[in-house]
């Protein structure tokens, strides 16, 4: 129903930058919480970022929090996650989500559709 793919990751040296993209075809997700989680080898998929569809309201993990921006344009469908100070510990595999609620949930449940992911790789 909605397919949703990343672009935009990477190899960076710590400290530096990546935007990330996540572009969705199959309907306008205006209506839509969206997500970002990320997964390290070997590691359960965390939460990383949530945005209400309106863009109102936003939530971060505590270990991203001040470094990474989540932000989205409905009218392109289209959800951003700007990455400032990365470090190596933010190597993973990046997801975006899209959730039903309007309100932007943190478990991964309450996400319906998910893209196959982007690799970020920070180094030292």
């Known amino acids: 129903q909605v397919q949703l793919e990343e672009s935009g990751g990477g190899l960076v040296q710590a400290g530096g930058s990546l935007r990330l993209s996540c572009a969705a075809s199959?309907?306008?997700?205006?209506?839509?919480?969206m997500g970002w989680f990320r997964q390290a080898p070997g590691k359960e998929r965390e939460f990383v970022a949530a945005?209400?569809?309106?863009?109102?309201?936003?939530k971060y993990a505590d270990s991203v929090k001040g470094r990474f921006t989540i932000s989205r344009d409905n009218a392109k469908n289209t959800v951003y996650l700007e990455m400032n100070s990365l470090k190596p510990e933010d190597t993973a595999v990046y997801y975006c989500?899209?959730?039903?609620?309007?309100?932007?949930?943190?478990?991964?449940?309450?996400?319906?559709?998910w893209g196959q992911g982007t690799q970020v790789t920070v180094s030292s």
């Open positions: 945005i209400s569809w309106s863009g109102g309201t936003t």
């Open positions: 989500a899209a959730s039903p609620n309007t309100l932007p949930p943190v478990a991964r449940r309450s996400y319906r559709y």
């Open positions: 199959g309907r306008t997700l205006s209506n839509y919480g």
